[in-house]
């Protein structure tokens, strides 16, 4: 599909791991990104990955990249109160000159206590 | 360095109203993006410029939206006339070409 897909809500304790998933839509996609936006906040850089790996750790935050099946998805070890906001995945495409992010929908992760 | 700053943070005006954002770029960056972001659409590419020259205008929804970069660290997005429809949080990010976009905190725009 066109679309780059991901789950709209997840809840999760404070102190667990939140698992963040990501479907995106071309395979020669060079960069892939994890934005997370806070209320009233623009969308702040997280952390991405190039296509050729398979995994990035910076520190709670593990990104994994599964190429073939075009999934990425964002692990938050030790989630806290201040991690809830809404995560966006991002693809840099090959098209156009490749200077363009096409986002996901966002999904919106809620920590309880 | 202040990252990317964005003026007004919120304006209100009316139907018909002509409405001008402005944002300036991280110092050296060469990219701009201006995106919308509603609850119905999410996050919407309206038009980026490379080296001061719009690539892709294909998201900006009518000849209603304009935008421009006079010079190299600076640009505005225009709303002549304003329509209610038109409400939502304005984005602009900057980036080098092909690299990793930094976001402004945005304007909220109300149109009554």
């Known amino acids: 599909g066109e679309d780059v897909e991901q789950s709209l809500f997840l809840s999760v304790r404070e102190g667990d791991s939140s698992v963040i998933n990501c479907t995106y839509t071309d395979s020669s996609s060079t960069y892939l990104y994890w934005y997370k936006q806070e209320p009233g906040a623009g969308l702040q850089l997280l952390t991405y990955i190039f296509s050729n790996m398979d995994m990035k750790q910076d520190q709670r935050l593990t990104v994994l990249l599964n190429k073939k099946d075009k999934h990425l998805s964002l692990r938050i070890a030790d989630t806290q109160t201040g991690d809830s906001a809404i995560y966006f995945c991002?693809?840099?495409?090959?098209?156009?000159?490749?200077?363009?992010?096409?986002f996901g929908t966002g999904t919106q992760l809620k920590v309880e206590l | 360095d202040a990252g990317v700053i964005q003026s007004p943070r919120h304006e209100v005006t009316e139907m018909g109203q002509e409405v001008t954002l402005r944002c300036k770029l991280i110092s050296g960056h060469n990219s701009l993006f201006w995106y919308r972001q509603t609850m119905m659409r999410g996050l919407e590419l309206l038009i980026y410029f490379n080296n001061n020259v719009p690539i892709d205008d294909s998201g900006m929804p009518e000849d209603r939206f304009s935008a421009k970069m006079p010079n190299a660290s600076f640009s505005t997005l225009k709303i002549q006339p304003s329509e209610p429809r038109d409400s939502a949080v304005y984005f602009c990010?900057?980036?080098?070409?092909?690299?990793?976009?930094?976001f402004g905190p945005g304007t909220r725009l109300t149109v009554t």
């Open positions: 991002a693809e840099r495409r090959s098209e156009g000159g490749g200077n363009k992010l096409t």
């Open positions: 990010a900057s980036s080098f070409i092909a690299s990793e976009q930094y």
